[in-house]
């Protein structure tokens, strides 16, 4: 009977997790648009949410796939953006209404004229948000479902099987790495200080 017990309490100590309160994440937002000039008003409607826009990449063809053609016309751009405000992953839902609701206010009738897809990065993974479930994504409430989209692995980050073409080239990569850095230098001002 003895033997049950030690078990038993070993079995408490060794495998009950502890609930803590997940690290603060980066909010990011993927731009896209057949209007260049409308990338600087979008950036700023943002960043009046999420703070300071820390990082912009360049202007970037967005052409691996023609899935938004017959909406947004030929000839899409795209910008990615990144946020000096750190936000709580759970607030992921309620960003991405606000950005459609952002689309509809660009909108000319009912069609969209930017895209605006939000996520947000930590030290260990590249989420997005979408409406579109499937067997990858995660429900996250509100009718907003979650997708690791990159893992940070060996210094870098990497592609699943179910990446978006765009987001596993090496050049789309790249960028995460380079606001994945900014987030760090964020999370430990904010922990030293």
Known sequence: MALITTTVAVRKGCFMGKIKTPEPVTPIA????SDE???EPVRQILSERLGLCIYASSVLLFNHTDYYTTEMGQNLKRRFFAFAE???PSKLPSLKHWSN???QDWAV???RRVNIDVGYISLGK???????NHSHRLYL???IYGEVTLRFVRGHFEPWLWTY????SPEYRKFFDEIRELHRQKLRSKFIH
């Open 30 to 33: 993927s731009v896209f648009t």
């Open 37 to 39: 000039g409308l990338f």
């Open 86 to 88: 750190l936000i709580k």
């Open 101 to 103: 609701s952002l689309e």
């Open 109 to 111: 009738s009912s069609k």
């Open 126 to 132: 590249l989420v997005l948000a979408t409406t579109k």
């Open 141 to 143: 409430g509100e009718g």
């Open 165 to 168: 073409p765009d987001y596993a």
